[in-house]
């Protein structure tokens, strides 16, 4: 499985960006973002399924949309209204049809106040 992000960078309190994943290598019926913070544990932010049922955490809802092409090879994450709490590497992830999980290299995100 291949995985390539993009998208990451520096933006401003309540500015925008967009994260972009395309995958490659097998079917997937998930996939999403999970991004982690400096001295903080991996986390889950969006996820969405073959089915497109979207999962958000908590702390990024009504903020982060998450959306996929129909083909599911490409999973997007468009953040609006950024706060430095958002700062982080953040990880495209993905889920095969076998059960197989995988992880891209990761982008930094940097929200500054």
């Known amino acids: 499985v291949q995985l390539q992000a993009s998208g990451g960078g520096l933006v401003q309190a309540g500015g925008s960006l967009r994260l972009s994943c395309a995958a490659s290598g097998s079917i997937f019926n998930i996939m999403g973002w999970y991004r982690q913070a400096p001295e903080k544990q991996r986390e889950l932010v969006a996820t969405i399924t073959s089915g497109t049922n979207a999962l958000y955490a908590d702390s990024v809802k009504g903020r982060f949309k998450i959306s996929r092409d129909s083909a599911m090879t490409t999973v997007y994450l468009h953040m609006n209204s950024l706060k430095s709490e958002d700062t982080g590497v953040y990880y495209c992830?993905?889920?095969?049809?076998?059960?197989?999980?995988?992880w891209g290299q990761g982008t930094q995100v940097t929200v500054s106040s």
């Open positions: 992830y993905v889920l095969s049809i076998y059960g197989h999980p995988s």
